[in-house]
């Protein structure tokens, strides 16, 4: 029976920034979609619609794709994103050192790309400001524990499938940080799936 942890998340970026660098390098891999801040846009630092993706699907070549963007603070979650296929702003982010508009991970940090690659990878964007959704995950086939950061409903969720014994263990160096950080807890429960009923 998974036990879930929910956590009030305080907004500053080097909070959640400790909070992944926390989740040791045994886990699994990270799926996540990030919005580059209003304030890098103000800033002009940010090349627009061009999202930087890493996906388990294309052997972790990082991709440069084109992605109709909005800033965290404008863009809508429950709104799909229309399809967009224009170009890319490569020769911003090559030459003029600008930074993607969006981060997507799907799956990053299976093999070949390692966990702690992909999550030093993510992390100095988290500081910058990026916000949005991340979820890490330990255990390849069955997930065994996963933690979800959701900057939208600004709470942090731990959650443990496993019942054995030392499941503990599975997040308590997240756990550590998180009350350095002085996070309050929302509550824990336990989720019963019910029985199927058999014919």
């Not at 949005?132 to 443990?160: F, M, Q, S």
């Given at each position: 029976?998974?036990?879930?942890?929910?956590?009030?998340?305080?907004?500053?970026?080097?909070?959640?920034?400790?909070?992944?660098?926390?989740?040791?390098?045994?886990?699994?891999?990270?799926?996540?979609?990030?919005?580059?801040?209003?304030?890098?846009?103000?800033?002009?630092?940010?090349?627009?619609?061009?999202?930087?993706?890493?996906?388990?699907?294309?052997?972790?070549?990082?991709?440069?794709?084109?992605?109709?963007?909005?800033?965290?603070?404008?863009?809508?979650?429950?709104?799909?994103?229309?399809?967009?296929?224009?170009?890319?702003?490569?020769?911003?982010?090559?030459?003029?050192?600008?930074?993607?508009?969006?981060?997507?991970?799907?799956?990053?940090?299976?093999?070949?790309?390692?966990?702690?690659?992909?999550?030093?990878?993510?992390?100095?964007?988290?500081?910058?400001?990026?916000?949005?959704?991340?979820?890490?995950?330990?255990?390849?086939?069955?997930?065994?524990?996963?933690?979800?950061?959701?900057?939208y409903t600004k709470t942090i969720d731990l959650i443990v499938y496993t019942?054995?014994?030392?499941?503990?263990?599975?997040?308590?160096?997240?756990?550590?940080?998180?009350?350095?950080?002085?996070?309050?807890?929302?509550?824990?429960?336990?989720?019963?799936?019910?029985?199927?009923?058999?014919?």
């Amino acid at each position: 029976m998974p036990t879930y942890t929910t956590y009030s998340l305080n907004q500053h970026p080097e909070h959640t920034a400790k909070i992944l660098e926390s989740i040791p390098k045994t886990w699994s891999y990270i799926n996540s979609l990030l919005f580059a801040p209003k304030e890098l846009y103000r800033t002009g630092k940010v090349a627009y619609n061009s999202r930087l993706k890493l996906s388990c699907n294309y052997l972790f070549s990082p991709l440069i794709i084109a992605s109709l963007d909005d800033s965290f603070e404008e863009h809508d979650p429950s709104t799909p994103q229309p399809d967009y296929y224009k170009e890319p702003n490569l020769i911003g982010i090559i030459h003029e050192h600008l930074m993607p508009s969006s981060i997507e991970y799907i799956e990053a940090g299976r093999n070949p790309l390692n966990f702690e690659i992909a999550k030093n990878i993510l992390t100095p964007y988290i500081r910058m400001g990026y916000k949005g959704t991340t979820e890490c995950i330990l255990g390849d086939d069955t997930p065994r524990a996963k933690i979800e950061i959701n900057h939208y409903t600004k709470t942090i969720d731990l959650i443990v499938y496993t019942e054995h014994r030392g499941q503990e263990r599975l997040i308590e160096q997240i756990e550590r940080t998180i009350k350095k950080l002085d996070l309050k807890s929302r509550g824990a429960r336990t989720i019963t799936f019910p029985t199927p009923i058999s014919s």
